[in-house]
């Protein structure tokens, strides 16, 4: 971040938080993000590797080949850990990729419920709050009026 002769500081892109907050909020989000990314990841391999892991509800109206979710889960996890990575370094496109992965992410741990539901719960709402977090309001900052 840049500082201008007033002290404030402004993103490069030209674009600053509404609020510390939205700023603060971003970075929970990158941070969240990438420590999903991974532990969507970790579900992933262990859905490929061993079957007989997980033990699903009978007659779910979603029922899909563990094999198959754990390459979802591999696959959307190496996407969030990527976006999230971008997201530090102040990546612009990160954010929009952020929220659609994040959509994407909510998606496939609802349809996981009967595989891991208290896991696939927490990453709805993990989910929820990225999306809330990286769409927080922005202002343009004074330099890109310029």
Known sequence: MASNVSGTRHHQAGWEAA??????????????????????????????AQ?????????????????????????????VTAAGLALFRGAGWARAVGVALAGLS????????????????VLIIIDGFIIWALCAPRRESPESRA
């Open 19 to 48: 609020s510390p907050w939205a700023t603060s909020w971003t970075v929970a989000a990158a941070v969240l993000m990438t420590f999903g990314g991974i532990m969507a990841i970790f579900q992933g391999i262990a859905a490929i």
């Open 51 to 79: 079957d007989d892991v997980f033990v699903a509800t009978r007659d779910f109206t979603y029922k899909f080949s563990l094999t198959g979710w754990g390459w979802v889960h591999l696959i959307l996890g190496a996407l």
């Open 106 to 121: 909510m998606i496939a741990n609802f349809v996981w419920l009967p595989y891991a539901p208290v896991w696939s719960i």
